[in-house]
């Protein structure tokens, strides 16, 4: 079936570090692909984006882009601050709309 | 948008009791999900609706549970008979549906505790 496989954390940065998260998919077709974020004491929020293959989802200085010849869809951000501690999942969704999540990375930015 | 809503925040509950759960989408969506989600790791889909009808659910969810959402709007999820490994954040989400693969909205959750 569907996976989603995330690289385990935590990761901890300085300030102003670049970040990459790994993620690799498993999918029958072609999913959608996306990052959503939890901040501590908060719900999902929807990061970014990719519908198709060479899409190149954004958001708030992260880039994600959907690689369909390695099946990844890699979080990066140049410049990591603070506020950016958080746990990140990344997540495909195919029929039915439904999303199947990895287990999730927390980042911890130091100042 | 007054995103999603979910009710309680919080239920602690001894073993063997039944419990409740509620969730509101956003008003305009079709599809509502919901999801558990335990410490340190991702959420788990557990069934979903469009509009009234159930069209999946998970192998995860044992006959205890059971879900509905009449007329199509808010959504309750019931666990019977609490075991302790029920002890979990349940989350709701909406989305537009439709064919293309929309974000999911999830709202804030509620967290069981079984003693």
């Known amino acids: 079936g569907d996976s989603v496989t995330q690289m385990e954390g935590p990761v901890t940065l300085s300030e102003e570090a670049f970040l990459t998260i790994n993620c690799t998919y498993t999918?029958?077709?072609?999913?959608?692909l996306f990052w959503y974020v939890q901040y501590p004491g908060e719900g999902l929020q929807l990061l970014l984006k990719?519908?198709?293959?060479?899409d190149k989802g954004s958001n708030k200085g992260f880039e994600a882009t959907y690689r369909k010849e390695t099946t990844s869809f890699h979080l990066e951000k140049g410049s990591v601050q603070v506020s950016d501690s958080a746990v990140y999942f990344c997540?495909?969704?195919?029929?039915?709309?439904?999303?199947?999540f990895g287990q999730g990375t927390e980042l911890s930015v130091k100042p | 948008d007054t995103g999603v809503s979910q009710n309680p925040r919080h239920k602690i509950t001894k073993r063997g009791q039944n419990v409740t759960f509620r969730c509101d989408p956003i008003?305009?969506?079709?599809?509502l999900y919901w999801y558990r989600q335990t410490l340190g790791q991702g959420p788990e889909f557990l069934t979903y609706?469009?509009?009234?009808?159930?069209?999946?659910k998970s192998r995860l969810l044992s006959d205890r549970f059971s879900a509905e959402r009449p007329k199509g709007s808010f959504s309750t999820l019931e666990i019977q008979r609490t075991e302790q490994g029920d002890s979990a954040m349940y989350l709701c989400?909406?989305?537009?549906?439709?064919?293309?693969?929309?974000?999911?909205?999830f709202g804030n959750g509620t967290r069981l505790t079984v003693t």
């Open positions: 008003s305009e969506h079709n599809r």
């Open positions: 999918a029958t077709g072609y999913p959608s």
């Open positions: 990719a519908t198709k293959a060479d």
């Open positions: 989400a909406s989305s537009p549906g439709g064919r293309v693969v929309s974000p999911l909205h």
């Open positions: 997540a495909l969704g195919n029929q039915g709309g439904k999303l199947i």
């Open positions: 609706f469009q509009n009234e009808a159930q069209l999946e």
